[in-house]
């Protein structure tokens, strides 16, 4: 298990202690004014502070690997972190809380100027807060079927789904990643600091089931996907895996399955 599930999981997956998603634990390690106040410079703070990480790196990369990578990692995993879950936790989680909120993407606003809605606040009603912050305002509060099948359709175009502290170990949102979110450019293209953890899984394909497709190879967004032309097989290099699972929607012959991250000598040490 990964270090969150040791520190607040109660023994099982951490993002399945229902404890981390109350009203209870959030206004022990945060309050509504601290969470309007953080939503309210979330836009800016991405449009500025990515851009110039990004710039230091650049121009000083040891340094910055060195000193401003762990420091970032550090101050998100105290405040604002992702985990990858794959979609059958997700539903999971979805059929647990009280309240699910559709919400504009900042991600996508900040990247591509264009308004979509693949983010989703879940636990607590935050709707007096998200009221009174302008990019969040334009909320809609839906019901859980809805929002599962909108994941779902969001998993099968290849989006990978997380969960997302304010601050730690309080959980209030779901998000839907592509290459154009800002949690991917920061820990996987840019590579400026570990924002988003991987799942409690990894990938495996069954050899005698692969065709060599290859489907699966372009649907993975973190390249964890190898092939072999000799076999003329697919395989997942456990490494590299971020146990998404989007992997499976795309296989015809239904090769691929999720399995325990701990079960596999590769992969468990690989956060």
Not at 36 to 61: T, V, Y
Not at 78 to 88: C, N, Y
């Amino acid at each position: 298990m990964c270090e969150f599930c040791i520190s607040h999981g109660e023994g099982k997956k951490w993002y399945e202690n229902m404890t981390n998603y109350s009203r209870k634990l959030f206004l022990k390690v945060n309050s509504d004014a601290g969470l309007k106040e953080f939503l309210s410079r979330f836009g800016r703070s991405m449009q500025e502070n990515i851009p110039r990480a990004e710039k230091w790196k650049n121009r000083l990369p040891r340094i910055y690997d060195l000193l401003a990578y762990p420091w970032f990692t550090s101050r998100q995993k105290k405040t604002h972190f992702g985990q990858i879950v794959p979609l059958e936790d997700i539903n999971n989680i979805i059929d647990r809380v009280d309240t699910v909120i559709r919400l504009p993407c900042i991600c996508r606003k900040v990247a591509t100027c264009v308004e979509k809605r693949y983010c989703y606040a879940i636990g607590m009603d935050t709707s007096h807060i998200l009221e009174e912050v302008p990019d969040f305002c334009d909320f809609d509060k839906i019901s859980s079927d809805i929002a599962k099948t909108e994941i779902g359709i969001l998993d099968r175009e290849g989006m990978t789904h997380s969960v997302w502290t304010f601050n730690t170990p309080y959980i209030g949102a779901i998000c839907n990643c592509d290459r154009e979110c800002m949690a991917y450019r920061i820990q996987y293209r840019s590579q400026l600091a570990k924002v988003m953890w991987k799942a409690e899984y990894v990938a495996e394909i069954e050899t005698d089931s692969c065709n060599g497709c290859r489907l699966c190879r372009k649907q993975c967004l973190f390249e964890a996907i190898n092939y072999n032309p000799a076999a003329k097989k697919c395989m997942i290099e456990p490494g590299y895996c971020y146990g998404c699972g989007t992997c499976r929607t795309v296989c015809p012959r239904e090769a691929i399955t999720l399995q325990p991250r701990d079960k596999n000598p590769i992969a468990a040490a690989a956060w």
